[in-house]
């Protein structure tokens, strides 16, 4: 089986993909398919929702540590 991913998608993009699969038609021989698909969409939407948290953990404590210099400063 060769692996290959999915690049230079939002996360809004994603979900929407995720999202379709709750909408199609799925035959008996599928569904252990699409379940699997499920699961792994929603393994890297949580990854990228957690990847977005530690960005903005880290903006905002960079934030902070200014704040904290230019009072210093005044």
Do not use: C, P
Not at 42 to 63: C, L, P, V
């Amino acid at each position: 089986m060769n692996l290959f991913t999915i690049e230079n998608l939002t996360i809004e993009e994603i979900s929407l993909l995720r999202q379709s699969l709750n909408v199609i038609e799925i035959k008996g021989a599928s569904a252990i398919f699409v379940a699997t698909l499920q699961v792994k969409l929603d393994q890297e939407i949580s990854q990228i929702r957690n990847m977005i948290e530690e960005e903005e953990k880290k903006k905002q404590a960079g934030i902070r540590k200014i704040e904290k210099a230019t009072k210093a400063e005044s």
